[in-house]
């Protein structure tokens, strides 16, 4: 729980440390969304909850593509980068490589979170690839309720009732 606090520390940090944006490779049917980002681990055992928010760019696929995470000013201070097996996380600092988005969320954040998924979330959809479970304003899925009843205002928020629970909200501004 203390890695996403320092993460989001960081992005609110980094001041002149910053990535040069890249633009991702777009091929037929890649996927390109902007907005804003707030992750919030809930605490165990009496704790703390941490988190953060920044902006964010979504390229690609689940099979290959690009995460990028600026600070709330525009600094881009990580890159996830993934396609063929290999998943790189870019910083000002350093880049790391991971078996899988899991891993590299896991450690990011201290949770893995689904990115194959969120693909379709972000839509306003169930991935098809797992089953889902209707429910109010929204469905289940993969353990994760994705609420989509403000989805008309761009705005989708998935929560991991499992401990530690997790929140994710996404506000998408941009689509194409």
């Keep these: 729980m203390t890695r996403i606090a320092a993460l989001f520390a960081a992005l609110l940090l980094a001041g002149c440390a910053s990535l040069k ?9 890649d996927l390109h969304l902007s907005g804003r980002l707030s ?52 910083t000002p600092e350093d880049e790391r490589r991971y078996q899988d988005l899991d891993a590299l969320t896991r450690e990011m954040l201290g949770e893995a979170i689904p990115v194959a998924a969120l693909f379709d979330w972000l839509q306003g959809r169930p991935w098809p690839q797992a089953a889902t479970t209707p429910a109010e304003g929204g469905f289940e899925q993969l353990g994760w309720r994705i609420d989509l009843s403000r989805f008309g205002e761009g705005l989708i928020v998935a929560t991991r009732r499992a401990e530690p629970a997790v929140t994710l909200k996404a506000r998408i501004d941009g689509k194409s």
């Design 39 to 90: 992750v919030v681990v809930a605490g165990q055992a009496g704790g703390r909850a941490s988190g953060g928010n920044g902006a964010f760019e979504l390229t690609g696929q689940p099979k290959a593509g690009q995460l990028e995470l600026a600070t709330p000013l525009g600094s881009l201070v990580a890159r996830a980068i993934w396609r063929d097996g290999d998943v790189r996380l870019q």
């Design 21 to 29: 944006h890249e633009a991702a490779p777009v091929g037929d049917g």
